[in-house]
C-alpha cells in the first residue's frame, strides 16, 4: 500500500506511463505497425511483444527499448512530454497547439542561455508567476499571429 506524499507522485507516474502507452499505440496505429513489425525490425525484444503496452504502463519495458520505439515512430520528445504532462491526453500529440508548445518550448531552451550569457551575475530562476505572465503574453502573441494569417487567408479567397 502506498503512504504519505509518494501516493501522489506514484499515481502521477503510473498515469504518465499510460498515456505514453496510449501515444505509442496511437502513432503505431497512423504508421499500420504492429508490435510483431517492431520485433521483426529488431526495435524490441521477440520476447517483449507479449504485453506490450502492458509493459509500457507499467513501466517495465526497458528503457533503451522504450527509446528505440519512440525514436522508430519519430514521436519528439519533448512534444511528447508535453502531451503526456501538460494536455494529458495521448491524442493531444496531433494538435497544432501541443506541437507549438513544444516549438516554443526547443526555442526558448534555445535562446535563454545565449541571452543569459550576455547578463551579468548568477541567474536564479524566476517566480512561477512571471513565468505564467511569460506564458500569457507569449500565447497571446501566437494567437494574434493566428489571427492576422487567418484574416489573410479569408482575404486570399
Known sequence: MREGSNTVVVGR???LQR?????????????GLSVRKLAERGVIRQSH????????AQGTLPLAEFHAVTSHLE????????TVQ??????????????????VAVA?????????AACEGNFETIRSELCDGIAKNTSSAIAKYHRKL???NNLSL
Open 13 to 15: 507516474c503510473d498515469q
Open 19 to 31: 498515456e505514453y502507452a496510449v501515444l505509442i499505440r496511437r502513432q503505431m496505429e497512423k504508421r
Open 49 to 56: 511483444r507479449n504485453r506490450f503496452f502492458d509493459r509500457i
Open 75 to 82: 514521436i519528439d520528445p519533448i512534444r511528447a512530454a508535453i
Open 86 to 103: 501538460c494536455f494529458t491526453d495521448a491524442t493531444s500529440y496531433e494538435d497544432p497547439c501541443c506541437e507549438t508548445s513544444a516549438m
Open 108 to 116: 526558448m531552451a534555445t535562446h535563454l542561455p545565449e541571452e543569459l
Open 150 to 152: 487567418d484574416t489573410r
